[in-house]
């Protein structure tokens, strides 16, 4: 029954791995995003797809690429972790103005 | 200038004070605005819209000041489960979300 499920909820890998995360939403909506939300608490968006298309891709290294097979979908790869990358990664949804619902959130830590 | 400013405090109030954030936003095409509450270590969750026309719910009430272009979240008689971070949330058009900072909020016995 959750809205926005994501996985794994916690990853812990070290310097250098290649790890993806995976989100999916039962909502129906036509739009996914993913966002960073670093150890200052601040909530930044990365990407956001609008039915399996690319719409908003903020400035983040190539080493992050996101992947929509459809738009229930929007996964998120990331090459060659590095230690700045450890933070909370937070998918979401939204349809028109219903606002966001929000996944419960990837705790990445590169050690 | 960023979109959405908010101040990120930490306010600390003891229970049964009234509190009032403010989030003041730059484009004044912007269309639609949210607040959302987020606990430690979870994810932010929809708190309540906010209208012209003000919003009400129990103890929180929200307003918006196009003229002055800023949103605010009162909340009366503050309970300990109110302590949490406050996001505002503010859309330009179609799916342009621009959150704020967030304020923190401690409710104090």
């Known amino acids: 029954d959750t809205a926005v499920s994501q996985t794994p909820k916690y990853l812990v890998t070290q310097m250098g791995n290649d790890k993806s995360i995976k989100c999916e939403q039962n909502?129906?909506?036509?739009?996914m995003y993913w966002y960073k939300q670093d150890s200052k608490k601040f909530l930044k968006i990365m990407f956001s797809y609008n039915n399996k298309e690319l719409i908003i891709n903020e400035t983040v290294p190539n080493r992050f690429s996101p992947k929509s097979p459809d738009k229930a979908h929007l996964n998120l790869h990331i090459n060659s972790l590095e230690l700045g990358d450890s933070a909370v990664y937070f998918c979401?949804?939204?349809?028109?103005?219903?606002?966001?619902?929000f996944g419960s959130g990837t705790r990445l830590t590169v050690v | 200038r960023k979109e959405v400013e908010q101040d990120p405090g930490p306010f600390n109030v003891p229970e049964g004070a009234t509190v009032a954030f403010n989030c003041t936003y730059s484009?004044?095409?912007?269309?639609?605005f949210f607040w959302y509450r987020q606990d430690c270590r979870k994810e932010p969750k929809l708190l309540m819209s906010?209208?012209?026309s003000g919003n009400e719910d129990g103890r929180f009430t929200a307003q918006l000041n196009r003229a002055s272009q800023y949103i605010s979240l009162l909340i009366r008689d503050s309970k300990l489960s109110d302590s949490a971070t406050y996001l505002c949330v503010v859309i330009i058009a179609g799916n342009q979300f621009y959150f704020g900072t967030g304020t923190s909020l401690t409710v104090i016995p």
């Open positions: 906010v209208y012209s």
């Open positions: 909502l129906g909506h036509d739009t």
């Open positions: 979401a949804s939204s349809g028109n103005r219903d606002g966001y619902t």
């Open positions: 484009n004044s095409a912007s269309q639609s």
